[in-house]
């Protein structure tokens, strides 16, 4: 069990435009989704905290106008990267928490490589 | 982000040998730590996991130690093989008085190369 699914995992784009990812939990319902962005031969960092049916919370220095989340349910949360620029470039995990009990742990999906030309 | 953008160490083993990966955590109200394998192109895979209120935990092939009293975690892997070259990540979950919301703080990372 707790198997999450990343869409797309690899996607190319051109400067300007927008990108849309997708994050499900496959197999349990997810109380929180976190976005991490990692870069190479880094760990990751975390982005924003997304609880379903509310505003995400970003970290410092994450702009929340240009990394979208929506989670409308708690089996799905989206990123989207508005206007991608060449420095977005970068690997981008999601993960979901059931949150039910003291030791659960995030459950993480594959990833999505994100490369703006 | 919390996690330390530092380009990560390297640990290289002989395949059969014993590894031992370290790490340094920040938070002492931190109640729960988890080690993540991450292969290259994918996602962290859990690997195991340690409760503060203890200081060893078993897994297949894996150990992981706690050290409270000066903050430090390792992960150690016996009879290492070329499957496990990966990197390596601890992570620490503070449980506050809201309890457990899930977030963790990300160690550095480390690189374990397996030479056959």
């Known amino acids: 069990g707790a198997v999450v699914s990343q869409h797309p995992s690899r996607v190319i784009c051109k400067s300007g435009t927008s990108v849309k990812i997708e994050c499900r939990s496959l197999d349990f319902q997810a109380t929180t989704m976190f976005w991490y962005r990692q870069f190479p031969k880094q760990s990751l960092m975390l982005m924003a905290t997304?609880?379903?049916?509310?505003?995400?919370?970003?970290e410092q220095g994450v702009e929340k106008d240009k990394f979208l989340i929506n989670h409308a349910s708690l089996t799905l949360s989206t990123l989207t990267v508005t206007s991608a620029h060449p420095e977005d470039s970068s690997f981008y995990i999601c993960?979901?928490?059931?949150?039910?009990?003291?030791?659960?742990?995030?459950?993480f999906g594959p990833g999505t490589r994100l490369t703006v030309l | 982000g919390e996690s330390v953008g530092l380009h990560l160490p390297t640990l290289s083993v002989q395949e059969g040998d014993n590894s031992i990966i370290n790490c340094a955590y920040s938070n002492s109200a931190s109640d729960y730590f988890i080690w993540y394998k991450q292969e290259s192109g994918k996602g962290p895979q859990f690997i195991i996991d340690?409760?503060?209120?203890?200081d060893k935990r078993q897994g297949q092939r894996v150990t992981v130690l706690l050290n409270k009293t000066v903050k430090h975690l390792s992960l150690q892997i016996a009879a290492t093989q070329p499957g496990d070259s990966a990197v390596y990540f601890c992570a620490e979950n503070p449980i506050t008085g809201s309890g457990n919301t899930g977030k963790l703080i990300f160690g550095q990372g480390t690189t374990l190369q397996v030479k056959p």
């Open positions: 993960s979901a928490f059931k949150g039910q009990s003291k030791t659960d742990t995030q459950y």
């Open positions: 340690i409760r503060s209120n203890m």
């Open positions: 997304s609880n379903e049916g509310s505003k995400a919370t970003y």
